[in-house]
Nanobody, 123 residues
Framework: QVQLVESGGGLVQAGGSLRLSCAAS????????AAWFRQAPGTEREFVSG????????YYADSVKGRFTISRDNAKNTVYLQMNNLKPEDTAVYYC????????????????WGQGTQVTVSS
């Protein structure tokens, strides 16, 4: 069983930046695809970004391309999400997720989840 803990959320002004971290324990994280999802009040959880275990294949939702960057440090069992040029529409709880094999933008395909970290962007 893999445990995931997010950190780095907070309150920023539009145009600002945040760096989220997801620390994994209880397993060898390099073998897992990792992803970030987000959920705003009254909406379904949506895919933001994903990265394969090797760190070289990345995926982004159209809404964040060019602004967000996902990366991972397998030696530290940690995945990151660098968020630049933040917009009020980015306000949500951000969740880290992982799956053993493959990649997917669907929440149903991920077995392990963190508890989430709040990101609030003011205008």
């Amino acid at each position: 069983q893999v445990q995931l803990v997010e950190s780095g959320g907070g309150l920023v002004q539009a145009g600002g930046s945040l760096r989220l971290s997801c620390a994994a324990s209880g397993g060898t994280f390099s073998g897992y695809t990792a992803a970030w999802f987000r959920q705003a009040p009254g909406t379904e959880r949506e895919f933001v970004s994903g990265v394969r275990g090797n760190g070289r294949e990345t995926y982004y939702a159209d809404s964040v391309k060019g602004r967000f960057t996902i990366s991972r440090d397998n030696a530290k069992n940690t995945v990151y999400l660098q968020m630049n040029n933040l917009k009020p529409e980015d306000t949500a709880v951000y969740y880290c997720a992982a799956r053993l094999r493959g990649s997917s933008p669907s929440t149903n395909d991920y077995s392990y989840w963190g508890q989430g970290t709040q990101v609030t962007v003011s205008s």
